[in-house]
């Protein structure tokens, strides 16, 4: 089994903020870090891509947005987690595998995001954590697809 910390992370991503997902995987296309040939990478769709990302963190935190956990939602959650995870499994991984570890960190984003950010965001406290998912979200998604850095020689 080879590496499938990718695959789960994106999955995480796609539980917390699915559109963020989304956006990190068109990144990755166009980096040629995705092995799926099937996710646009050029600039259109990733400029798409990174809109709705931005538009979701924006929509998240109004009164009316719906939670995470109905159906339609939730599913979308897991499909994007499972494509994810088999478009960034590692070497030595199956896709299936990596799909399956996509799942599985969409099952976690999904139920402990909602957990640890509870359902408002009407007070303060409410605000910071969504925030703060926001910032994760993010950060764990620019991760995910930044080339791994190179080691100088001096």
């Given at each position: 089994?080879?590496?499938?910390?990718?695959?789960?992370?994106?999955?995480?991503?796609?539980?917390?903020?699915?559109?963020?997902?989304?956006?990190?995987?068109?990144?990755a296309?166009?980096?040629?870090?995705?092995?799926?040939?099937w996710?646009?990478?050029?600039?259109?769709?990733?400029?798409?891509?990174?809109?709705?990302?931005?538009?979701?963190?924006?929509?998240?935190?109004?009164?009316?947005?719906p939670?995470?956990?109905?159906?339609?939602?939730?599913?979308?959650?897991?499909?994007?987690?499972a494509?994810?995870?088999?478009?960034?499994?590692?070497?030595?991984?199956?896709e299936?595998?990596?799909?399956?570890?996509?799942?599985?960190?969409?099952?976690?984003?999904?139920?402990?995001?909602?957990?640890?950010?509870?359902?408002?965001?009407?007070?303060?406290?409410?605000?910071?954590?969504?925030?703060?998912e926001?910032?994760?979200?993010?950060?764990?998604?620019?991760a995910?697809?930044?080339?791994?850095?190179?080691?100088?020689?001096?």
């Open positions: 089994m080879g590496s499938l910390w990718a695959s789960f992370g994106i999955g995480l991503v796609a539980g917390m903020r699915t559109m963020t997902a989304a956006a990190a995987l068109a990144w296309a166009s980096l040629g870090r995705a092995r799926a040939g996710i646009p990478g050029g600039a259109g769709p990733r400029n798409l891509a990174m809109a709705a990302a931005l538009a979701e963190m924006a929509g998240d935190k109004m009164p009316f947005a939670d995470r956990r109905i159906a339609p939602s939730f599913l979308l959650r897991l499909a994007l987690g494509a994810g995870g088999a478009a960034l499994a590692g070497r030595g991984a199956s299936a595998e990596g799909a399956l570890a996509g799942l599985a960190g969409a099952v976690l984003g999904t139920l402990a995001g909602r957990a640890a950010r509870g359902g408002t965001t009407r007070s303060g406290a409410d605000w910071a954590r969504a925030l703060t926001d910032a994760l979200a993010a950060g764990l998604a620019t995910l697809v930044r080339p791994p850095a190179r080691l100088q020689r001096g």
